[in-house]
T-cell receptor, first 116, second 113 residues
Framework: DAGVIQSPRHEVTEMGQEVTLRCKPI?????LFWYRQTMMRGLELLIY????????DSGMPEDRFSAKMPNASFSTLKIQPSEPRDSAVYFC??????????????FGPGTRLLVL | AQTVTQSQPEMSVQEAETVTLSCTYD???????LFWYKQPPSRQMILVIR??????QNATENRFSVNFQKAAKSFSLKISDSQLGDAAMYFC??????????FGKGTHLIIQP
């Protein structure tokens, strides 16, 4: 299996620009998660989807952040406009939901975002 | 809300020795999962070991084992025969009724050759 795929791996942009991060979950997984990692706040959940439907977006920091999952194999996290404080590593994770043995989330390699 | 506490920001161990990383959590739920993830300098989050709260037996994966004390809400990770490749950040994580993981702040493990 290819694992969770994220692109780009690194992104450098200027304040005010739109940033789009992409994620392809593991085939057959029906839950997808977006996390953000910063030095100050550690790893925190931003939003997650079950069967392509957003379930909990309470972790999304503000309206500048939005996430979509148009189909089972693709999700985007968009920041518009970006700000320097959005600089972080953004992880996508997926899992197959449906039973006790299927609760493990598998992480992608992350996207390192730097907003200047 | 659930919280996960890793009280050791950094730990150092000699190669081939054993080291234990601490983790405590706070929850009112009775059914949940606990995980240890490893994050090397590459930033990839790698699952090390998982424990289901309803299981009394401690999980083991080769050189990695846990000491799960449900009443004390403690979930420590023991790494035996430490290897240079074990050097990384280690994160303890909780999964309960809500689907997202709650992470501790991490422990930076240094392996001394």
């Amino acid at each position: 299996d290819a694992g969770v795929i994220q692109s780009p791996r690194h992104e450098v942009t200027e304040m005010g620009q739109e940033v789009t991060l992409r994620c392809k979950p593991i085939s057959g997984h029906n839950s997808l998660f977006w996390y953000r990692q910063t030095m100050m706040r550690g790893l925190e959940l931003l939003i997650y989807f079950n069967n392509n439907v957003p379930i909990d977006d309470s972790g999304m920091p503000e309206d500048r952040f939005s996430a979509k999952m148009p189909n089972a194999s693709f999700s985007t996290l968009k920041i518009q406009p970006s700000e320097p404080r959005d600089s972080a590593v953004y992880f996508c994770a997926s899992r197959r939901t449906g039973g006790r043995l299927q609760e493990t989330q598998y992480f992608g390699p992350g996207t390192r975002l730097l907003v200047l | 809300a659930q919280t996960v506490t890793q009280s050791q920001p950094e730990m150092s161990v000699q190669e081939a020795e054993t080291v234990t990383l601490s983790c405590t959590y706070d929850t009112s739920e009775s059914d949940y999962y606990l995980f240890w993830y490893k994050q090397p300098p590459s930033r990839q989050m790698i699952l090390v070991i998982r424990q289901e709260a309803y299981k009394q037996q401690n999980a083991t994966e080769n050189r990695f084992s846990v000491n799960f004390q449900k009443a004390a809400k403690s979930f420590s990770l023991k790494i035996s025969d430490s290897q240079l490749g074990d050097a990384a950040m280690y994160f303890c994580a909780y999964l309960g009724g809500a689907d997202g993981l709650t992470f501790g702040k991490g422990t930076h493990l240094i392996i001394q050759p």
